[in-house]
C-alpha cells in the first residue's frame, strides 16, 4: 500500500513563525499536493508538484511556499504564521496519470 | 467552472436503515470521479475510483455509481462504524495534473 507520512500530528506556534510542514510518500509517485481542510469550506488546493524542483500553485497559495529537493518529500512552508492558518493540512500523492491517489494522515496545526 | 455538489450536507440513519449519498459535478471533461472516507481528526480514506457513466463498484455495504452528472454512494444495513463524513471529489482532464476538486462532504451518523 501506498504510505503518505506527515511529520506532525498536532502543532501549535506562535504567529510570525516560520512554520515546516513536511510530507514523504514511498511509492514513488511524480505527483505530490498540499491541502488545507476547514468546516464549511472543505478541502482546499493550496500547491502541488508534479516533479521535483517544479512547483505549482493551487487555489489559495497566498502566506504558502513549497520546496520539493527530493521525489519523495514535499514541504509545506508558512513564511510567517498567522492565525488564520489555522487549520487541518493535508499531504497526498498520485503517480503521474492522477492514479493511486492517497493522503496522508493530517497535521493539525494551530497557531496563537 | 468546474464543481462539486454534495447533499446531503448531513444524513442520521437508523441502524440498518438503507440510504444513498448524492455527489453531482460539472466538469469540463471528467479523468475520474473518487469517493473517500474521512473519521474526524484523519485524512480521507480512499474508497472508490469511478471513470465511466454505467460503471459500479462495491466495498462491503457500499456501492458506488455513475451517471453522466452525478455519482452516488449507496450504504446498505448501515452499522455505527459507517460513521464518518463522505467525501466526493473529481479530476478533470482541462485541469492541473491530478488535482483533485472536491465536494464539501455528507456528515453520516449511523445510531444503533
Request: charged share 25%.
Amino acid at each position: 500500500d501506498v504510505k503518505v507520512t506527515q511529520s506532525s500530528r498536532y502543532l501549535v506556534k506562535r504567529t510570525g513563525e516560520k512554520v515546516f510542514l513536511e510530507c514523504v510518500q514511498d511509492m514513488d509517485h511524480e505527483n505530490m499536493f498540499w491541502y488545507r481542510q476547514d468546516p464549511g469550506l472543505g478541502l482546499r488546493l493550496i500547491y502541488f508538484s508534479y516533479d521535483v524542483k517544479m512547483k505549482e500553485k493551487g487555489d489559495i497559495p497566498e502566506g504558502y511556499s513549497v520546496s520539493r529537493e527530493k521525489k519523495e518529500r514535499f514541504s509545506l512552508i508558512l513564511e510567517s504564521a498567522s492565525t488564520n492558518q489555522t487549520s487541518m493540512y493535508l499531504c497526498a500523492s498520485t503517480n503521474y496519470r492522477g492514479e493511486g491517489y492517497t493522503f496522508g494522515s493530517g497535521t493539525r496545526l494551530t497557531v496563537v | 467552472e468546474d464543481q462539486v455538489t454534495q447533499s446531503p450536507e448531513a444524513l442520521r440513519l437508523q441502524e440498518g436503515e438503507s440510504s444513498s449519498l448524492n455527489c453531482s459535478y460539472t466538469v469540463s471533461g471528467l479523468r475520474g470521479l473518487f469517493w473517500y472516507r474521512q473519521d474526524p481528526g484523519k485524512g480521507p480514506e480512499f474508497l472508490f475510483t469511478l471513470y465511466s457513466a454505467g460503471e459500479e463498484k462495491e466495498k462491503e455495504r457500499l456501492k458506488a455509481t455513475l451517471t453522466k452528472k452525478e455519482s452516488f454512494l449507496h450504504i446498505t444495513a448501515p452499522k455505527p462504524e459507517d460513521s464518518a463524513t463522505y467525501l466526493c471529489a473529481v479530476v478533470n482532464y482541462g485541469g492541473s495534473q491530478g488535482n483533485l476538486i472536491f465536494g464539501k462532504g455528507t456528515k453520516l451518523s449511523v445510531k444503533p
